[in-house]
């Protein structure tokens, strides 16, 4: 018992770093950014978490059109913050970044007259909304390079290990190729 506990059941030994005096994210990171650096690449994850950034910032609301028989849809609905709730006010304390700011403006292109009268988009505006997700994640990626979260954009990264794997592969199997053609063998 006492050599398993020796060996699996101690507490780590952790040594203080800076990043443990980080009560909290640094201001200038964004939800999205958040995300970003979590996955490590831009994913629907990122779109989703700044939406629901601009949601909680009162700047958009998701609602729900319940329908009897069939599938319920979903709107985005913009509105006016309301700057006298106090949860708005906090949740807005820290500036949207460039690429929030590309979606909340892209969100208002897109957006008809609703039921109510307020802005919204439906299921046709989301899919023409959805056009412009690659610009956000390449903003996004630009914002965390600028700011030194990033030495380069992960998609450039993931693009040039991808391309780095592929000729790897092709090489690979020219070789195996020609090895297999040699009489002995003994290459492969």
Do not use: C
């Not at 007259?113 to 690659?134: I, M, N």
């Not at 390079?145 to 592969?169: D, N, S, Y």
């Amino acid at each position: 018992a006492f050599f398993h506990w020796r060996r699996y059941g101690r507490d780590p030994y952790v040594v203080d770093s800076p990043s443990i005096y980080l009560p909290a994210p640094p201001p200038e990171l964004t939800a999205a950014g958040g995300a970003l650096l979590h996955d490590g690449r831009s994913s629907r994850r990122t779109l989703t978490t700044a939406l629901l950034d601009l949601a909680s910032r009162d700047e958009l609301a998701f609602r729900v059109k319940d329908h009897l028989i069939g599938r319920d849809e979903v709107t985005i609905e913009l509105r006016s913050p309301d700057l006298d709730d106090p949860r708005v006010r906090l949740n807005r304390r820290n500036p949207l970044s460039a690429a929030e700011g590309q979606v909340l403006g892209n969100l208002e292109r897109h957006a008809a007259e609703g039921t109510d009268g307020a802005p919204e988009l439906d299921r046709a505006a989301l899919l023409q909304f959805g056009k412009s997700v690659p610009e956000f994640d390449k903003r996004l990626e630009a914002e965390l390079v600028r700011r030194g979260w990033f030495t380069e954009p992960p998609a450039k990264a993931t693009q040039r290990w991808w391309l780095i794997g592929g000729v790897e592969i092709v090489g690979a199997f020219v070789a195996f190729m020609i090895g297999s053609t040699i009489p002995s063998g003994g290459f492969v």
